[in-house]
């Protein structure tokens, strides 16, 4: 519909894992809030080593406690109830799930 010709199906003449790509280079450099609980795994598998870099300003976020529910409506229910005063207020929400049906039940 754009009126491009279409091409015969490529062909792939060659293929390379991640690990074997990452090998090539002689340096490697990366940003991630995770490298530092799997060190091991760069070492044992890269060769690399993990430097963790401290923040330059202090960490603003508040590590609450647990919130545990009797029953799994109840949890959805206190999940409702809190993307909902986040939403009155204008606050963007993320809600992660752990199947399609459970993001379902929510929305």
């Not at 060190?39 to 976020?61: H, M, T, W």
């Not at 529910?69 to 799930?97: D, I, M, N």
Request: hydrophobic content about 40%.
């Amino acid at each position: 519909k754009e009126g491009v010709e279409i091409q015969p199906e490529a062909i792939v003449l060659a293929s390379i894992s991640y690990q074997s790509l990452f090998r090539l280079f002689g340096k490697l450099s990366g940003m991630t809030g995770t490298a530092a609980t799997e060190a091991v795994e760069f070492d044992k598998i890269y060769g690399l080593e993990v430097s963790a870099i401290p923040c330059n300003k202090p960490c603003q976020r508040i590590d609450e406690a647990d919130q545990v529910y009797a029953t799994e409506s109840g949890k959805w229910k206190a999940v409702a109830s809190e993307v909902s005063k986040a939403h009155a207020v204008g606050r963007p929400v993320l809600v992660g799930t752990t199947s399609v049906e459970k993001s379902e039940l929510l929305a």
